[in-house]
């Protein structure tokens, strides 16, 4: 893929995160990988979605976080994208917001349990909350600790199952195979967080969805013998 056609994917999937009122001003950033490269193209810092343009985005490498091509300072959270991307192999996508509800469960730092099948076909279990991060990593290097919240968080979790974090104090991240689905887990991410506050409002002993409807409704989406929508 050449440059040009990662920074269009990605500005896409940026501009859809307005579309789906998912930010306000600056608040948010989306990126999109090519793993053949070893580079990703991010939104730049600061810069209104009202006057983003597809060649404000900048291309940045995995490695090093050095930009590539841009003249623009690439966003602020580069970091935990790019740690994310080297942690988890086969996402192509990120999306970092902070969507209202999302964002009040990372506030809280509470994971969102899993209370209904509308959740549990977009994530397999709990969405679950990193831990807080500590002084001295943010004095270390306080972005790409945010990424290494996540990866801790994920040691006995897969990233594919679910695709979708909060981070404590923070807010949310969600990822996909492409910058557009990472927007899309993105949305749903927001919807799922909207859904266990007012169910936990309605009832504030609820309990989780018990686990053998959990199964069946995301084994029935993604599991190999999955069958819902068309082939």
Known sequence: MSYLELKREAYEANMELQTRNLIIYTWGNVSQV??????????PSGVPYESLKPEHLVIVDLENNNT????????????THTHLYRHFETIGGVTHTHSTYATAWAQAQCAIP???TTH???AYGEVPCTAIITDEQIERDYEN?????ITNTFEALNAEEVPMVIVAGHAPFTWGKNAAQSV?????LEEMARMAYLTKT????????KQSIVDKHYQRKHGNNAYYGQK
Do not use: W
């Not at 053949?36 to 193209?41: F, P, Q, S, T």
């Not at 590539?68 to 970091?79: F, I, W």
């Not at 309605?202 to 969805?209: D, E």
């Open 145 to 149: 600790e945010t990424g290494v919240q």
């Open 68 to 79: 590539v091509e841009g003249d623009l300072r690439p966003s602020s959270d580069t970091k």
């Open 34 to 43: 090519d793993r053949d490269k070893n580079v990703m193209a991010i939104k």
């Open 114 to 116: 899993c209370y209904g």
């Open 202 to 209: 309605l009832s504030p002993n609820v309990q989780p969805l």
């Open 184 to 188: 899309y887990h993105a949305v749903v």
């Open 120 to 122: 549990a076909d977009f």
